[in-house]
């Protein structure tokens, strides 16, 4: 099956086989490098349809190594990765409640009930949603049904806003419904100052998790199956669980260093000058290091570690139109630019250490160049 590229907001893919029932992805378009997973409908059989789906994965490029279809429609997703992360959840939730409500019901009941005298049932018209736009902001997910409205924020590495739970529970205060409440899911647990600031309840994503896997578990059904082996094994890549830890760890360490080495190597090979005051950057989420007084950074994040990136601080000080041909991918943020290598599509694990660093330098020096090329001139 040959498809063409992506250039229409719908993707609608049907299998030439017959046996297949329709399978439509629909790839939310947000500009022209990227997409969301905002809704993938999967309606296929185990064997032969997940076969075609990995065909189908290689054709469009995001089939990665590791075959994750959460993680690899994530290089593609333009929102944050705290909302790229919310809107993968709610589907995962959805897709459960729509095929098998029972083990929905049970999901929804560990995620939002707290021994206070309520509960999830069959009997009832439960909808999930995201973003939902209030008077006192937005919070992340929103549960509701004909007797109950629930709010749950979710945070990965970002904090709480200022005065962002109270918020949203005067909010709640507004509602007719009988039964209201403001969740907090949460990578990193948190010392709420207040009674005010702390939610109805406080759930960890290593708890979802263990609820996601006991679930798979309990399925019958092979898309429900398919959708919990790939979104926790995508909870397992993002360091959001709590796993034994394994002699693994030094091996880790220990190639973490000589990445973080082959990086100091390529950029004093590259002539560039590293910050005076303190080069070396290292954060719970990342490690790399600063140059120029702090105008460019380059390095890893945790969340995504197969991914080097040469990050320009402050894109407001340059212009990406003064280049027609960049030589490696560029994305933007609110804030700043920046350039990407994806160790592993390249391939990167499996060259010997002088390829490596001739592979990182190429990047660096080219980053560097046309970054400096980028810098807008004062008038």
């Known amino acids: 099956m040959v498809l063409p590229k992506i250039s229409y907001k719908f993707l609608i893919l049907f299998p030439q086989d017959a046996v297949f029932k ?14 969301s997973i905002a809704n993938i ?21 995001l089939y990665m190594s590791s075959g994750n279809i959460f993680s690899a429609l994530a290089k593609y997703n333009s929102a944050t990765d705290e909302n790229y992360l919310t809107e993968s959840f709610v589907f995962v939730i959805s897709s459960i409640l729509k095929r098998e409500p029972d083990i929905g019901i049970e999901l929804l009941n560990n995620l939002c009930v707290n021994n206070c005298g309520f509960s999830f049932s069959n009997n009832e018209k439960i909808s999930v949603s995201t973003q939902d736009v209030t008077e006192q ?9 004909p007797e109950k409205l629930i709010y749950i924020e979710v945070k990965h590495e970002s904090d709480l806003g200022y005065r962002q739970i109270e918020r949203y529970k005067e909010v709640l205060t507004k509602s ?98 590293f910050f005076q005051d303190y080069p070396r950057s290292a954060g719970w ?24 990136t040469f990050e320009l601080t402050d894109k407001g000080r340059f212009n ?7 030589g490696y991918e560029m994305r933007e943020g609110k804030e ?20 490596q660093l001739e592979m990182i330098t190429d990047f660096v020096r080219k980053s560097y160049s046309d970054a400096e090329r980028m810098i807008v001139k004062p008038s």
């Not at 399978?23 to 022209?32: A, R, S």
């Not at 600063?290 to 945790?302: Q, R, V």
């Not at 700043?336 to 390829?355: V, Y």
């Open 22 to 35: 329709p399978t439509v992805w629909q790839l939310y378009y947000q500009n022209q490098k990227a997409f």
């Open 176 to 273: 007719p419904l009988n039964v209201k409440r403001v969740v907090l899911l949460t990578h990193y647990p948190i010392d709420f100052q207040s009674t005010a600031e702390k939610p109805d309840k406080h759930v960890r994503w290593f708890e979802v998790y263990d609820w996601l896997v006991d679930s798979k578990y309990q399925s019958q059904d092979s898309v429900i199956i398919y959708l919990l082996e790939h979104f926790t094994s995508f909870l397992e890549a993002k360091g959001m669980i709590i796993k034994k830890v394994g002699l693994e760890y030094v091996n880790g360490m220990h190639a973490l260093n000589s990445l973080m080495n082959m990086i100091e190597s390529a950029i004093e090979a590259s002539g560039i000058r």
């Open 336 to 355: 700043r630019l920046w350039f990407r290598l994806p160790l592993e599509e390249n391939n990167f694990f499996s060259l010997d250490k002088d390829k």
């Open 320 to 326: 990406q139109k003064t280049i027609e041909k960049m």
């Open 285 to 308: 989420g990342f490690k790399g290091y600063w140059m120029e007084e702090k105008k460019y950074w380059c390095g890893i994040h945790f969340n995504n570690p197969t991914v080097l």
């Open 137 to 145: 902001g937005t919070p992340d997910i929103k549960i509701s049904s």
């Open 41 to 61: 409908c999967i309606d296929i059989s185990l064997h032969k349809g997940l076969e075609f789906m990995l065909q189908v994965n290689k054709d469009l490029n």
